[in-house]
Structure formats: structure tokens, C-alpha cells
């Protein structure tokens, strides 16, 4: 299938927004998920949004979804070293696994 | 506490030598997934199942066998036929359906090597 598209690599100071940016493949995926890895561990959900909504905010996390551009992105406000991580992105397209990007590696620098 | 158990945390596999990686859920979940990390790769999809005693093939089944005989558990082996096996493998479980928007949940995974 197609691939679900991120940047490999981001970096911030410490105290500064991130902004992880996603595009996906599917006009009719009704699911998008934004998921935190930390080393040598699973995959933590951290975030959804349903297609319908343009914007999800949860404390310091917001989701932004272009459903014209099929772009979804995940900012984090007063960014900390301990949201040093590799985030996924996802779609649902139907009832089918979760379709996952390779993954942005966020370094937060102090 | 309801969660996804995956044993054991690292293995260590011989040439020629098939291995079996534990899952297990007690979130009575009726899906179950695996997949394999590679570094910069992300997540590729080896096998699923939705139901109990039914499994599809994912995007890389080609030398990894599963089972599904109990809800609760989905035991993936990795054969001799599987030429490069080192990586991280994740399994995850979800409830079917797109209902609620269902996300995956995922275990802690297992890392296989090659001695």
C-alpha cells in the first residue's frame, strides 16, 4: 500500500513547541493516531482524532488535521527533555491494522 | 492491571533455529498484531488476527508462523527460513472495529538477535 509520510528527524530547545508533521494516504481514513515510542519500549498511544474534526487540543498536545491535503501534525507546547522520543503517526483505512509512518525522532536539547 | 505481556525481553536465536515470542492480553481484546522495528523503518505488519482461530498474512509474513488457539495469547515463531530475523518485534491488540476510533495497544516487545 501507500506510505504514510514523515520526517525522520527533529530538534528543539527545551521550552519551545514541537511541531511533528504527517501526511497520509487515505481521503476516507476515518482514524488518525499519533503514538510516542521511548528507547527499548512499545508504542504509547498518545493522542486520536476522528476525520470529522480539524483540531484536537489534550494539555500541552494539539493535532491539526488538513483532510484536503490529507495532513495531520502534532504539536507540543513548552517542549521537555522527557518528550525526547520517536512519535508514529497512523490512519485506520477501514477495518484493517493501523497503517503507521517510519516515525519522527524528536531530540529536545536543553 | 490490563495490559500486553511479551516474553521474554531479549533472545538470542542460533542459526537454523526456529523461536516462538510470547504475547499475552488480559484486555479481552478479540485482535492481536505483530510487527517488526527496524531502525528507520518503523512498524511492518507480520501477521493479525481478529478472531480466535483465524490469522492473516501481513506486508512480511514470508518466514514467521503464528497461532491464535486462545484469545489471550498469540505466540509468533520465527522459522529458520526467516534470513534476517535481528530486530524488535511489537505486538499489539485492539478491539475490532472502527466503532470508537479502536487504537492498537502495544506490549513492550521482544528484541531477537542472531548469535
Known amino acids: 500500500g501507500e506510505d504514510v509520510e514523515q520526517s525522520l528527524f527533529l530538534s528543539v530547545r527545551e521550552g519551545d513547541s514541537s511541531v511533528i508533521n504527517c501526511t497520509y494516504t487515505?481521503?476516507?481514513?476515518?482514524?488518525l493516531y499519533w503514538y510516542k515510542q521511548e528507547p527499548g519500549a512499545g508504542l504509547q498511544l498518545l493522542t486520536y482524532?476522528?476525520?470529522?474534526?480539524d483540531m484536537k487540543q489534550d494539555q500541552r498536545l494539539t493535532v491539526l488535521l488538513n483532510k484536503k491535503d490529507k495532513h495531520l501534525s502534532l504539536r507540543i507546547a513548552d517542549t521537555q527533555t522527557g518528550d525526547s522520543a520517536i512519535y508514529f503517526c497512523a490512519e485506520r483505512r477501514g477495518n484493517t491494522p493501523l497503517v503507521f509512518g517510519k516515525g519522527t525522532r524528536l531530540s529536545v536539547i536543553a | 492491571d490490563g495490559g500486553i505481556t511479551q516474553s521474554p525481553k531479549y533472545l538470542f536465536r542460533k542459526e537454523g533455529q526456529n523461536v516462538t515470542l510470547s504475547c499475552e492480553q488480559n484486555?479481552?481484546?478479540?485482535?492481536m498484531y505483530w510487527y517488526r522495528q527496524d531502525p528507520g523503518q518503523g512498524l511492518r505488519l507480520i501477521y493479525y488476527?481478529?478472531?480466535?482461530?483465524?490469522?492473516q498474512k501481513g506486508d512480511i509474513a514470508e518466514g514467521y508462523s503464528v497461532s491464535r488457539e486462545k484469545k489471550e495469547s498469540f505466540p509468533l515463531t520465527v522459522t529458520s527460513a526467516q534470513k534476517n530475523p535481528t530486530a524488535f518485534y511489537l505486538c499489539?491488540?485492539?478491539?475490532?472495529?472502527?466503532?470508537?476510533?479502536?487504537?492498537?495497544?502495544f506490549g513492550d516487545g521482544t528484541r531477537l538477535s542472531i548469535l
Open positions: 488476527s481478529q478472531i480466535v482461530n483465524d490469522f
Open positions: 499489539a491488540s485492539s478491539v475490532p472495529g472502527q466503532g470508537i476510533g479502536q487504537p492498537q495497544h
Open positions: 487515505d481521503s476516507s481514513s476515518t482514524y
Open positions: 484486555l479481552n481484546h478479540d485482535a
Open positions: 482524532i476522528f476525520s470529522n474534526m
